[in-house]
């Protein structure tokens, strides 16, 4: 595997290369991530891997400076997996070498709801920064994960409409045995936290067997969902059934009819913010 941290040296390695696979990181890579590279040499090559703490979707009192960085694990890890031909591992004064003025901001209806909501500007960071890498690496492809079901969506979109030649390919989520999302961020819980972090996933489960044996009021729904986690000891930012097409609020005909949703989660268990979803 090659790694490389320079745009110019990760043109030189990809130059002629019309087939690349590409998938992008912050780093701290788990078994989630790894899995996303599998995808990837299945539909692309080579595989280009980025890691790329990205200071644009943090807000103010997010955890960037202790976002873990473990780069040299990292390689390790892709070493052994043999997925990825070059690593892109840029440092910040790389990929932003002037104030980024420019920014891609994503329409409200999409990127102003459910975690744009609570992270205000975070998709314009995600959105930003996924352009930018990009536009370095060229992919005919790139693989994304479906725990970031709204990210993922904000990216397609965003390649439609600016005629990005990339195909997003969805990867489902990758669960620890206990049922919980695989995430960099899970380093963060204590013990005890960990234990009750698959009350997130039970819960969003308990709310699709409902909609699943035929329950139509959402709000109902949503509301009992969040009561329970609040009584363990969440912080709750939203439960939301929304339409998988378009992450608007489906009306109960719509539901009682079979329309396609999915359930969004996210939460708070002591200082460890988790998100989480599950397609009904």
């Known amino acids: 595997m090659k790694v490389v941290h320079t745009i110019e040296a990760l043109r030189?390695?990809?130059?002629?290369?019309?087939?690349?696979?590409?998938?992008?990181?912050?780093?701290?890579?788990?078994?989630?991530?790894?899995?996303?590279?599998?995808?990837a040499r299945q539909h692309g090559d080579p595989v280009v891997a980025s890691i790329f703490v990205n200071r644009?979707?943090?807000?103010?009192?997010?955890?960037f400076e202790k976002y873990?960085?473990?780069?040299?694990?990292?390689?390790?890890k892709l070493e052994k997996g043999r997925d990825v031909y070059v690593l892109f591992a840029?440092?910040?004064?790389?990929l932003y070498p002037e104030?980024?003025?420019?920014?891609?901001?994503?329409?409200?209806?999409?990127?102003?709801?459910?975690?744009?909501?609570?992270?205000?500007g975070f998709f314009d960071g995600v959105c930003t920064v996924v352009l930018k890498l990009f536009s370095c690496?060229?992919?005919?492809?790139?693989?994304?994960?479906?725990?970031?079901?709204?990210?993922?969506?904000?990216?397609?979109?965003?390649?439609?409409?600016?005629?990005l030649p990339v195909e997003i390919l969805a990867h489902e989520t990758v669960r620890a045995d206990d049922g919980l999302a695989l995430s960099s961020r899970n380093v963060y819980l204590s013990a005890e936290h960990r234990s009750q972090?698959?009350?997130?996933?039970?819960?969003?489960?308990?709310?699709?067997?409902?909609?699943?044996?035929?329950?139509t009021d959402i709000g109902s729904l949503q509301t009992l969902a969040?009561?329970?986690?609040?009584?363990?000891?969440?912080?709750?930012?939203y439960i939301a059934i929304r339409r998988q097409r378009d992450l608007l609020l489906p009306t109960s005909s719509e539901v009682a009819s079979g329309e396609r949703l999915v359930i969004l989660a996210a939460a708070k268990l002591g200082q460890t913010r988790l998100i989480d979803n599950l397609e009904v």
């Open 99 to 120: 104030p980024q003025t420019f920014r891609v901001q994503p329409p409200d209806d999409l990127g102003g709801i459910l975690e744009g909501e609570h992270r205000p």
């Open 90 to 94: 840029p440092d910040e004064r790389e």
């Open 197 to 215: 972090a698959t009350e997130l996933y039970t819960t969003i489960g308990g709310v699709r067997d409902a909609l699943l044996n035929g329950a």
């Open 68 to 76: 873990p960085r473990t780069l040299l694990d990292d390689i390790e």
């Open 56 to 63: 644009l979707q943090f807000g103010p009192n997010e955890d």
């Open 137 to 163: 690496v060229q992919p005919r492809v790139a693989v994304f994960g479906k725990k970031d079901y709204q990210q993922l969506m904000l990216i397609r979109s965003m390649c439609r409409q600016f005629q």
């Open 226 to 237: 969040s009561h329970f986690l609040k009584s363990r000891g969440w912080q709750v930012d």
């Open 12 to 39: 030189d390695q990809l130059r002629g290369q019309t087939r690349a696979a590409f998938v992008p990181t912050m780093g701290n890579l788990h078994a989630g991530h790894l899995a996303l590279m599998k995808t």
